[in-house]
């Protein structure tokens, strides 16, 4: 079984930055047209689901597998996960995205910018660091 769990792991993970791969310049192509189409509403709209997305997927990322008929069956763990890692990389990646061009429609001045994108760098960093120490 642990043969097994090492393996479904790295699968999952590899699903994981799959749909990273995909979705991340997909979201940002996507959030092109949605600058220009409206003003402010639609980077609004994106974190709003998002967020949603992030929501619903986390739970069941780590609740056990209600579907898989046997504890060692890896096929039935990760066509269960699967979706909800793919469904959690979405929300997150367009929560990122919909957030950074939001900065630019805070201020039009490069450093201030810069200085928000760097704000919000040390503040992912600082959560970082209280969650893993």
Not at 9 to 16: C, D
Not at 21 to 44: D, G, N, R
Not at 107 to 123: A, I
Request: charged share 15%.
């Amino acid at each position: 079984m642990h043969k097994g769990l090492h393996r479904l792991t790295h699968a999952l993970k590899f699903v994981g930055l799959l749909a990273a791969i995909v979705l991340y310049p997909l979201m940002f192509a996507c959030s092109e047209p949605w600058q220009k189409a409206c003003v402010c509403t639609c980077a609004h709209i994106a974190v709003f689901a998002g967020t949603l997305a992030v929501s619903v997927s986390f739970p069941f990322i780590f609740l056990d597998c209600f579907a898989c008929v046997r504890d060692n069956d890896m096929w039935g763990h990760l066509s269960y996960y699967a979706p909800f890692i793919a469904i959690f990389q979405f929300g997150w990646a367009s929560t990122q995205i919909a957030h950074m061009s939001l900065m630019s429609q805070l201020t039009q001045d490069k450093s201030h910018q810069t200085e928000l994108s760097g704000l919000r760098s040390v503040d992912h960093r600082h959560y970082r660091r209280l969650l893993c120490s």
